[in-house]
């Protein structure tokens, strides 16, 4: 982890950056004290390599990838870590009117809807009904990342924090450094295909989905099974985090004429 502390308008504020999860992480956090941002810091990352223990489906050992090779065997009781996160992503397939789907990764021949019919939820345990499922939450890990470190911020007191997870999702408390009382922070987005774009957020969320050239290619469209093409991005702020991967992703795989349907579920969020 590197850091660089600086005192603006008579403020401590300590600038870390690390890679968790294939991904760079910037914090810029207020504090008393160096030790104390340090510490904070610190639990932070430690925070987010658990998490990459637990949700990368890559990991032949983590516990999603083992989920995934056993839950049309058995029904698998999940833990108390990634369980949530498994409810959140299935329920996400309704409220997005079925383009967010984290069962798209799947081989199995069946449709988006059969596949999402599959997946049995218990109390805490997790069954497929149909070989070949496969749960992918990479569309929504990053959103419940970022509400985490917001919570342990918040549960030791700091009040201004800036945090961007890859520069595709980015969490704000309170207000930049140098600025006016409830000003928040005015963030220029980045990685934009459009010039001079900026958002100001106050105590939310912004995230991106999208193709940064003809070539890229990273979302499939769940309704039809094909990669979205063409250079575009889509940007929500959002209440949380995990809510703006949804909404971002499903947004962009969708038509225009659908965003207000999807919108509807999604309280006090809006397309930037």
């Keep these: 982890m590197q850091n660089i502390f600086e005192t603006i308008a008579n403020k401590l504020f300590g600038y870390f950056w690390f890679e968790a999860m294939h991904t760079r992480i910037d914090l810029l956090l207020r504090g008393e004290t160096e030790e104390e941002l340090i510490e904070v ?7 987010l390599m658990n998490f990459e223990k637990i949700v990368n489906r890559f990991n032949p050992k983590s516990e999603l990838s083992i989920l995934n090779e056993t839950a049309f065997r058995d029904c698998v009781e999940v833990s108390e870590e990634l369980f949530p996160i498994l409810k959140m992503a299935i329920e996400a397939y309704s409220s997005t009117c079925g383009y967010f789907d984290p069962t798209i990764n799947s081989t199995t021949a069946l449709s988006s809807r059969d596949r999402i019919a599959a997946v049995r939820l218990g109390k805490s345990s997790v069954q497929f009904e149909a070989d070949g499922i496969l749960l992918d939450l990479n569309g929504l890990v990053k959103g419940v990342i970022l509400d985490e470190v917001i919570r342990l911020i918040r549960e030791r007191g700091i009040e201004d924090a800036f945090i ?81 991967e949804v909404l971002s992703t499903a947004l962009f795989a969708a038509s225009p004429d659908e965003y207000e349907r999807i919108l509807s579920n999604f309280p006090s969020s809006y397309i930037c």
Aim: aromatic letters at 4%; charged letters at 15%; proline letters at 5%.
């Design 41 to 47: 810091a610190k639990l932070i990352q430690s925070r």
């Design 164 to 244: 961007n997870l890859g520069n595709s999702s980015i969490g704000v408390l309170g207000n930049q450094p140098g600025s006016a009382e409830a000003s928040g922070w005015c963030i220029e987005i980045p990685n934009s295909i459009r010039d001079n774009r900026e958002v100001n957020l106050v105590n939310s969320f912004f995230t991106t989905s999208g193709n940064l050239s003809q070539t890229h290619t990273h979302i499939i469209n769940p309704l039809t099974g094909v990669f979205v093409r063409g250079k575009k991005e889509i940007s929500v702020v959002t209440p949380t985090s995990s809510m703006g």
